[in-house]
């Protein structure tokens, strides 16, 4: 491998982009059995190094799965996908160690999101049924068991935040013990008067069972929504479901490239809103600086 050069590699689970410089090894990677197919990769990779592969669905059933295509020749290994991927499908590594370059240099912020839990409050029974419950699998539970091998006592829960979808389950399940902060904010209207009969695409694909299927029809719980899309995008009719996420919660930072990620994942009205904010902060900013005002001391 000529240095410096994007190799494309398939892995047991996807594919992989792998660039060795002098100083720098990138490893990039697209997990296909976690991806949902939302897009968001698609939308904010600023070279367009990224195209969707549409599932298929038969007889109302997902049976191929969606997920992308990766141009090796236009990927910068700036990490934009990486950030902003709901679902954690995609994943970079620099020299061996997780690294996101674009939070690194600053062009993009860290999101807002975190679980806090008090073990002191959680039950081995809800223990155990939160472990069941998280879509992702991330939780995990320590504790004294019976001779049966039954939980009996908790002593420690840990959440691998790095697979975790801040999709709020487990809050859900286990009140006052789990608290989610979810980055997403946004809006989803299911119709149900437009699915075909039987159809359950839409469960099929949902990372965080806010959809399900009940009564012969879908089910919508708003509270463990992401406002991915990947609902929308596998639907077979028009408006059925509509999706459109209005906030993603980061902490501050000045960047042209964020203001342009916004742009193509939250509606117009929102990203003029977080813009006009920045603008007023700035203006205020600099008028610390005019003559005659009076600076606030630190």
């Avoid at 029974?125 to 068991?145: L, M, N, Y």
């Avoid at 790095?162 to 399940?173: D, F, M, V």
């Avoid at 117009?268 to 813009?275: G, H, N, Q």
Wanted: glycine letters at 8%; aromatic letters at 6%.
């Amino acid at each position: 491998m000529t240095r410096g050069s994007t190799i494309k590699r398939e892995t047991a689970t996807g594919v992989a982009l792998e660039r060795r410089m002098l100083t720098r090894h990138y490893w990039f990677e697209w997990h296909g059995e976690t991806c949902v197919g939302c897009g968001t990769c698609a939308k904010v990779c600023p070279k367009e190094a990224i195209t969707m592969r549409q599932g298929r669905v038969a007889d109302g059933r997902l049976v191929e799965r969606p997920g992308i295509e990766i141009d090796a020749a236009k990927c910068v290994f700036c990490g934009e996908c990486v950030l902003l991927c709901p679902v954690h499908a995609l994943t970079m590594t620099v020299n061996g160690q997780p690294e996101i370059p674009v939070v690194v240099w600053e062009a993009f912020p860290q999101l807002i999101r975190g679980i806090q839990i008090h073990e002191d409050r959680l039950s081995a029974a809800q223990a155990a049924a939160c472990v069941e419950v998280c879509p992702p699998r991330v939780i995990s539970i320590e504790g004294h068991k019976s001779v049966l091998g039954a939980l009996e006592a908790v002593t420690s829960v840990r959440v691998d935040e790095s697979g975790c979808t801040y999709c709020k389950q487990c809050e859900a399940l286990c009140p006052g013990t789990f608290s989610v902060t979810s980055p997403w904010e946004g809006r989803i209207v299911l119709n149900v008067s437009l699915c075909p009969p039987g159809c359950r695409a839409c469960v099929d694909i949902c990372p965080t069972r806010a959809l399900t299927w009940g009564d012969g029809q879908v089910e919508l719980d708003k509270r463990f929504c992401l406002y991915c899309g990947a609902c929308e995008n596998i639907c077979p009719v028009s408006e059925a479901i509509t999706v459109q996420r209005s906030a993603i919660r980061h902490y501050p930072v000045k960047s042209s490239a964020w203001t342009k990620a916004l742009e193509s994942l939250i509606s117009i009205d929102a990203a003029v809103r977080e813009i006009e904010v920045k603008s007023q902060g700035k203006r205020r900013h600099a008028a610390q600086f005019l003559p005659g005002v009076k600076r606030s001391s630190p």
